[in-house]
């Protein structure tokens, strides 16, 4: 949640030579904050629900149907906003 402001203040702020440390810094600190979600939550989650025989399998798929998605959505969804 914390990189939510991150990625707020990048679209409000226009690329300038004045403020191109605090978007430096904004770009640093969601990287940092905004970087946890697979080692945090996902992989935990994965590991209790998941048998250890299967764990590779169901990270692999979990993967591919993610960059599927990605793939299959993102540039229909450029297309249609621009």
Do not use: Q, R
Request: glycine share 10%; charged share 5%.
């Amino acid at each position: 949640l914390a990189s939510i402001p991150c990625v707020t203040g990048l679209f409000l702020l226009k690329p300038t030579e004045e403020n191109i440390t605090a978007m430096t810094g904004m770009m640093f600190l969601h990287g940092l904050v905004g970087s946890w979600v697979t080692p945090g939550c996902l992989a935990p989650v994965m590991c209790d629900i998941i048998p250890k025989s299967h764990t590779a399998s169901a990270y692999a798929w979990e993967l591919a149907i993610v960059f599927a998605s990605g793939n299959a959505l993102g540039p229909l969804t450029v297309g249609y906003l621009s």
